[in-house]
């Protein structure tokens, strides 16, 4: 009998029909005990530790789904303050850009997403959204970026090209249960470019 590897991960799938794309879930990550540290030992995205710059994964700024999506987003900053966000000036000449390859990402301010206050920041380091969301008492996704990668879900389309989706994992658990429970066949395999992928990008920290 074959030992099971320490880092083995059990995944679930289904496929979708009305989106035609077959949807996998990384089940091992999901019931696991992760949890985001940012700002509690976070050795951040870049080509070393970092954790002194408290940027988490906000030093290359988030990705934009779509059109709608930067939208969504650039109306959401209108609503914040100077006291929710540290670069709210610089953030009057726009928030978004888009790439030569034709990504739309946000900005970029101090080599870190123009969104993210630095330890300076009478509030603390972290995102302006997510500090505008507590302020309000409501939720942070429909704010933030559909790629921003403080959510902790990258979802790989099936052209093979990674593209991260705001989902936490206790949504991801959600749509499968709704999905599975409303006629969805769940089958278990190992994942591939080829279809939709849910994990985690934080793989410095994992």
Not at 15 to 43: A, H, P
Not at 75 to 83: E, G, I, K, V
Request: contains cysteine; hydrophobic residues 30%; charged residues 20%.
């Amino acid at each position: 009998m074959t030992a099971i590897p320490n880092d083995a991960h059990e995944w679930i799938s289904f496929d979708d029909e009305r989106e035609r794309r077959t949807w996998m879930f990384d089940v091992t990550f999901l019931e696991s005990q992760w949890t985001c540290i940012f700002g509690r030992g976070c050795q951040g995205v870049l080509t070393g530790p970092t954790p002194e710059l408290v940027q988490g994964c906000c030093s290359y700024g988030a990705h934009f789904t779509d059109e709608a999506d930067r939208q969504r987003v650039e109306r959401a900053a209108q609503r914040l303050t100077s006291d929710q966000w540290q670069f709210k000036s610089r953030g009057t000449r726009g928030t978004t850009r888009v790439k030569p390859n034709g990504e739309i990402v946000t900005r970029l301010v101090q080599d870190a997403c123009i969104f993210l206050n630095r330890p300076d920041f009478a509030r603390g380091p972290g995102c302006a959204l997510h500090v505008m969301a507590i302020d309000n008492d409501e939720s942070s996704s429909p704010t933030s970026a559909g790629s921003c990668p403080c959510t902790v879900m990258t979802r790989l389309s099936k052209t093979g090209t990674s593209s991260p989706a705001s989902h936490s994992g206790s949504d991801a658990i959600g749509a499968l249960a709704a999905q599975t429970s409303t006629g969805g066949a769940p089958t278990r395999r190992t994942p591939s470019l080829g279809a939709a992928a849910w994990s985690t990008p934080c793989a410095m920290n994992s």
